[in-house]
């Protein structure tokens, strides 16, 4: 609808994750190649966890196509919310391998069959589940047995789990430390800066066929998309494909900060900010409430040492010669 209007052969800000639009900033790059080298080294188990829209279902977009370069074969879990055997036959299946009336004991052989004989031929073989902070407890102990699959000098499963920074706290738990221990590595993507948010912005422009991006987002216009994504390439999309229809609908070649400013409000993006900061507030209250409260209970703890003790009309107990001598 607006590309021919900014000079565009392709909508530049998709929200589906397209490999071809990948920006590599040096945080992604390092994952990117983290998770290359874990695969092709045969380390076995590499976790890469990230907040959400940071692109890290697009990095593993990528990684896929790198190993299909490289004839891996990959079974790739994208929705992990299933039993232990459902997780099984999903994967299994997904290698090309038949599930039909297996049972939990059969499925287990035929993979481990499977992985060896790709082993022996010199081929590597890859788990990828994608959204692993939804894996159950049980399926997170069904991908650990399956890390068992191994030789004297490395993994003959390659097994990669992805997912939101929950995925680390669940991995931090106590009845989890066997499958932590087995981590080989661990990078982590983080939302883009204010350098790399324009140049991300800038970047998909020109691979869409855009000769000029700085006219049509101007520096003023990139400060505002950042401070309302937070960096967050997923919200940078919205921000930017949203102002694009609205600056065709407005015949305007350049999209304002104003522009911004009200498709921030449509979608309701400064919500977060507003709870966080009555959240933080409110903390904040608390805690002074705590530290008064403690204040005075030191007070009162003060002036009761300092407070004579007396008897029942008054007289210091202490003006007492005697154990059993009465008060004048």
Request: hydrophobic share 40%; net charge neutral.
């Given at each position: 609808?607006y590309k021919?209007?900014?000079?565009?052969?392709?909508?530049?800000?998709e929200?589906?994750?397209?490999?071809?639009?990948?920006?590599?900033?040096?945080?992604?790059n390092?994952a990117l190649?983290a998770?290359?080298y874990?695969?092709?080294r045969?380390?076995?188990?590499v976790?890469?966890?990230?907040?959400?829209?940071?692109?890290?279902?697009?990095?593993?977009?990528?990684?896929?196509?790198?190993?299909?370069?490289s004839?891996?074969a990959?079974?790739?879990?994208?929705?992990p919310r299933l039993?232990?055997v459902?997780?099984?036959q999903?994967?299994?299946?997904?290698?090309g391998?038949?599930v039909?009336?297996?049972?939990?004991s059969?499925?287990?052989?035929?993979?481990?069959?499977?992985?060896?004989?790709?082993?022996?031929?010199?081929?590597?073989?890859?788990?990828?589940?994608d959204e692993?902070?939804?894996?159950?407890?049980e399926?997170?102990?069904?991908?650990?047995?399956?890390?068992?699959?191994e030789?004297?000098?490395?993994?003959l499963?390659?097994?990669?789990?992805?997912?939101?920074?929950?995925l680390?706290?669940?991995?931090d738990?106590?009845?989890l430390?066997?499958?932590?221990?087995?981590?080989?590595?661990r990078?982590?993507?983080?939302?883009?800066d204010?350098?790399?948010?324009q140049a991300?912005?800038?970047?998909r422009?020109?691979?869409?066929?855009?000769?000029?991006?700085?006219?049509i987002?101007?520096?003023?216009?990139?400060l505002?998309?950042h401070a309302h994504?937070?960096?967050?390439?997923?919200?940078?999309?919205?921000?930017?494909?949203t102002?694009?229809?609205?600056?065709?609908?407005?015949?305007?070649?350049?999209?304002?900060?104003?522009?911004?400013?009200e498709?921030?409000?449509?979608?309701?993006?400064n919500?977060?900010?507003?709870?966080?900061?009555?959240?933080n507030?409110?903390?904040?209250e608390?805690?002074?409430?705590?530290?008064?409260?403690?204040?005075?209970?030191?007070?009162?703890?003060?002036?009761?040492?300092?407070?004579?003790?007396t008897?029942?009309?008054g007289?210091?107990?202490?003006t007492?010669?005697?154990?059993?001598?009465?008060?004048?």
């Amino acid at each position: 609808m607006y590309k021919r209007f900014y000079g565009l052969q392709r909508n530049p800000f998709e929200i589906t994750p397209d490999p071809s639009f990948l920006f590599t900033t040096k945080k992604h790059n390092e994952a990117l190649a983290a998770l290359y080298y874990g695969v092709r080294r045969h380390k076995g188990f590499v976790v890469m966890t990230g907040e959400v829209g940071t692109g890290k279902t697009l990095l593993v977009r990528c990684l896929l196509q790198l190993l299909n370069q490289s004839k891996v074969a990959y079974a790739y879990v994208f929705n992990p919310r299933l039993s232990p055997v459902e997780f099984l036959q999903y994967i299994v299946g997904d290698f090309g391998l038949p599930v039909a009336g297996k049972s939990k004991s059969e499925l287990l052989l035929q993979l481990g069959t499977f992985v060896i004989s790709r082993y022996q031929k010199g081929l590597t073989t890859v788990l990828v589940v994608d959204e692993a902070h939804h894996v159950s407890a049980e399926v997170l102990e069904e991908i650990r047995l399956l890390t068992n699959l191994e030789t004297t000098k490395e993994k003959l499963l390659q097994i990669l789990l992805v997912g939101q920074p929950e995925l680390d706290d669940i991995l931090d738990s106590v009845h989890l430390r066997q499958l932590k221990q087995r981590i080989a590595i661990r990078p982590r993507l983080d939302p883009l800066d204010l350098t790399e948010t324009q140049a991300y912005v800038y970047r998909r422009l020109q691979k869409a066929g855009s000769t000029d991006p700085a006219t049509i987002f101007p520096m003023e216009t990139i400060l505002e998309i950042h401070a309302h994504s937070r960096g967050i390439p997923r919200l940078i999309n919205t921000i930017c494909e949203t102002a694009l229809i609205q600056g065709y609908a407005n015949q305007t070649r350049a999209v304002t900060p104003a522009m911004v400013e009200e498709i921030a409000i449509d979608f309701r993006l400064n919500i977060m900010h507003v709870a966080s900061s009555r959240e933080n507030s409110l903390q904040d209250e608390s805690s002074e409430v705590r530290q008064a409260a403690r204040t005075l209970l030191d007070l009162y703890s003060q002036l009761r040492r300092a407070e004579p003790v007396t008897d029942d009309i008054g007289m210091p107990i202490s003006t007492r010669t005697s154990k059993n001598e009465p008060y004048i």
